[in-house]
Nanobody
Framework: QVHLVESGGGLVQAGGSLRLSCAAS????????MGWVRQAPGKEREFVAT????????YYADSVKGRFTISRDNAKNTVYLQMNSLKPEDTALYYC???????????????WGQGTQVTVSS
């Protein structure tokens, strides 16, 4: 059974930083592109960042470019999201997802985690 477990969320002031982690089990981690997706209250899920299977390629939503960095450690079956210069509009439930292809299309997500809450105060 596949499990994706996010951690690292919390409450932070605007301008602060957080590092999210997503530990995967039950799948061949290095065979899956991975992504981070967020959902704010009353809004649809939106892709934040995607990373290829090897980690060589990364893609970001325009809203987070230059502030967020996605990375992965295939030896540890873990994907990370370093979030800097956080803004109140980054407040959301953040999910990691194992993807079928390297894309920012939600329909590509094959497995989802349960999410970790990020709250940015102004």
């Amino acid at each position: 059974q596949v499990h994706l477990v996010e951690s690292g969320g919390g409450l932070v002031q605007a301008g602060g930083s957080l590092r999210l982690s997503c530990a995967a089990s039950g799948l061949i981690f290095s065979s899956y592109p991975m992504g981070w997706v967020r959902q704010a209250p009353g809004k649809e899920r939106e892709f934040v960042a995607t990373i290829s299977k090897s980690g060589a390629s990364t893609y970001y939503a325009d809203s987070v470019k230059g502030r967020f960095t996605i990375s992965r450690d295939n030896a540890k079956n873990t994907v990370y999201l370093q979030m800097n210069s956080l803004k109140p509009e980054d407040t959301a439930l953040y999910y990691c997802a194992a993807l079928q292809v390297t894309t920012m299309d939600l329909h590509s997500a094959r497995y989802w985690g349960q999410g970790t809450q990020v709250t940015v105060s102004s």
